[in-house]
């Protein structure tokens, strides 16, 4: 044990003292030297690190957090782990993380139960450096129970005020997305969405559905009410609301879906009923998944694990200057046109 209190040891028969006579320094030097603090000098940090080597010998990382009052891990807040966009943030944070030497803690708050139990446990305390809840809006209740750790707050995917933020613009990405089947001369557009069918609520199904009101009524179309479905978030989701779309007396020219995964259910319910794509009907994704170009899918992409290693970096940013004002960054979303949107029959 030093005189700092962090234990230092690879092989148990070197020790601190060993390094610091051969080194001809203190043990406080030796510690100083090893955790990488100011106030040692060049030619004395070479003869510390000289003699470490030459003994084997090297800090442990959990000591030297417990001495310094860091964990030196950061957690991560998603409603739903196993969803593409979610697992391609945590990526992006990840990557970050493991650039700044730091741990990644996810928490998969996947119920109203789960995300209950979390806040009033707060399993965070002392164990992390900075939250990053993603895509979750909080209450004033939960937000304050973050705030009250002390530590950095950051959020992707959605607004939150005094808070880093980093997202997109999810009107704006409705209306490309609009704005391309308009050009096409669509005017019957649907859309599919799960903004009524979600087990927490989370802010782009609404925001999507009241863009694409929006977008249309900006054009000089009237929304037509019967064109949007709600449906379970999934494949299976969209193929339902393509099958209840096409029932319809006069059914949409072309869909638009709230994700890329909800399209390729869509895609999928479209081929078996014998609907040519786009030549009866036109479908338009959001995201850019991974999978978008095997199906050729029409969509607007987003850059996902981007959003994830800019939060991270404002979270790293953050921690090192503790009074740095709260920013936003509003990512740019993009129109990659694919072979599933064509002209209005």
């Not at 193929?239 to 072309?254: H, K, M, N």
């Not at 170009?293 to 200057?321: C, I, K, W, Y």
């Amino acid at each position: 044990m030093s005189e700092d209190g962090v234990t230092l040891s690879l092989d148990p028969a070197v020790s601190m003292e060993d390094v610091a006579r051969r080194a001809g320094v203190s043990t406080a030097t030796v510690s100083r030297t090893l955790r990488g603090l100011p106030n040692v000098s060049a030619a004395t940090r070479g003869r510390v690190l000289k003699a470490a080597a030459e003994l084997s010998y090297a800090i442990s990382p959990i000591a030297s957090r417990l001495a310094s009052g860091r964990t030196h891990s950061v957690a991560v807040l998603v409603p739903y782990a196993s969803r593409w966009f979610f697992a391609q943030v945590v990526a992006g944070v990840e990557g970050v993380l493991r650039e700044e030497g730091l741990d990644l803690l996810l928490y998969n708050l996947a119920d109203h139960e789960a995300r209950e139990r979390f806040f009033q446990r707060l399993p965070l305390r002392r164990r992390v450096d900075a939250v990053l809840p993603v895509a979750m809006p909080l209450t004033d209740a939960e937000t304050g129970a973050l705030r009250g750790l002390g530590v950095p707050l950051a959020v992707a995917g959605h607004r939150a005020d005094g808070v880093h933020s980093v997202r997109i613009d999810d009107t704006a990405t409705v209306h490309i997305a609009l704005r391309h089947l308009l050009d096409l001369g669509h005017r019957r557009i649907g859309l599919i969405s799960t903004y009524a069918n979600q087990k927490m609520w989370l802010p782009v199904a609404d925001e999507r559905r009241r863009a694409w009101q929006s977008g249309l009524a900006a054009a000089g179309v009237a929304p037509a009410p019967e064109l949007v479905v709600s449906v379970p978030f999934g494949h299976a989701g969209g193929a339902s609301g393509a099958e209840r779309l096409l029932a319809r007396p006069d059914p949409p020219t072309a869909i638009l879906c709230e994700s890329d995964e909800l399209a390729f259910g869509v895609l999928a319910a479209l081929r078996r009923a014998g609907v040519d794509v786009p030549g009866q009907v036109s479908v338009v994704g959001i995201d850019d998944h991974e999978l978008a170009e095997v199906f050729d899918l029409t969509t607007v992409r987003q850059a996902v694990p981007e959003q994830g290693a800019l939060a991270a970096r404002m979270l790293v940013r953050a921690m090192r200057e503790a009074r740095r004002p709260p920013s936003e960054v509003v990512v740019p979303t993009e129109l990659v046109v694919r072979t599933s949107t064509g002209p209005a029959r």
